[in-house]
């Protein structure tokens, strides 16, 4: 089974400034990989699919990149609305679909 | 608009059982395969177990922690998706959401959740 593991476990960042979210899978799991952003009391949404291709409606500052075992989701701006908890997952439509443990962002 | 709405969540005894269901609108849900995910308190993200369409024999698949325990069904005609719960310990304790792939391989789609809580 693949393991996915994200740093950090909790991120402090400004408001305006650039957020870095890193997700390492244990072997490689190809582009199949996914990232969402979880508030309190509201469902799941899909942010980056494919690990680079944004989802439909999400803003220009997000976006993913990597290959293989190493990603990462960058916010290039925050905004409030961005602080969150952010997953990686990894799908291959072969009963595999293992989430991350999720990173923390929070306002500094 | 496209939605998934779970219900039938609640309290139950350890040992006991609950089934979830989840109500699709505004896509084509006979077309689609239909996931659960839970979060337990303070925890991340699980996946809990995957159905197929019918064309491909509804085929389930489920995640170690819940296989044996946890059966997925789905009725096409009324557009539903269930989750039958048993042997339920504390550990199953989370919010389940129902979750699927439109046009995507990944998770598009997302219901707002419901809460199982299993105590003594």
């Known amino acids: 089974e693949t393991v996915m593991t994200q740093s950090p476990a909790t991120l402090s960042v400004s408001p305006g400034e650039r957020a870095t979210l890193s997700c390492r899978a244990s072997q490689s799991v190809s582009s199949n990989l996914a990232w969402y952003q979880l508030k309190p009391g509201q469902a799941p949404r899909l942010l980056i699919y494919g690990a680079s291709t944004r989802a439909t409606g999400i803003p220009a500052r997000f976006s993913g990149s990597g290959s293989g075992t190493e990603f990462t989701l960058t916010i290039s701006s925050l905004q409030s609305e961005d602080f969150a908890v952010y997953y990686c997952q990894h799908y291959n439509n072969l009963s595999t679909y293992t989430f991350g443990q999720g990173t923390k962002l929070e306002i500094k | 608009e496209v939605q998934l709405v779970e219900s039938g969540g609640g309290l139950v005894k350890p040992g006991g059982s609950l089934r979830l269901s989840c109500t699709a609108s505004?896509?084509?849900?006979?077309?689609?395969?239909m996931h659960w995910v839970r979060q337990a308190p303070g925890k991340g993200l699980e996946w809990v177990g995957r159905?197929?369409?019918?064309?491909?024999?509804?085929?389930?698949d489920y995640a170690a922690p819940v296989k044996g325990r946890f059966t997925l069904s789905r009725d096409d005609s009324k557009n539903t998706l269930f989750l039958q719960m048993n042997s339920l310990s504390t550990d199953d304790t989370a919010v389940y959401y129902c979750?699927?792939?439109?046009?995507?391989?990944?998770?598009?789609?997302w219901g707002q959740g419901t809460m199982v809580t299993v105590s003594s």
């Open positions: 979750t699927t792939s439109i046009s995507l391989d990944a998770f598009e789609i």
């Open positions: 505004g896509f084509t849900f006979s077309n689609v395969w």
């Open positions: 159905i197929k369409r019918k064309t491909e024999g509804e085929t389930k």
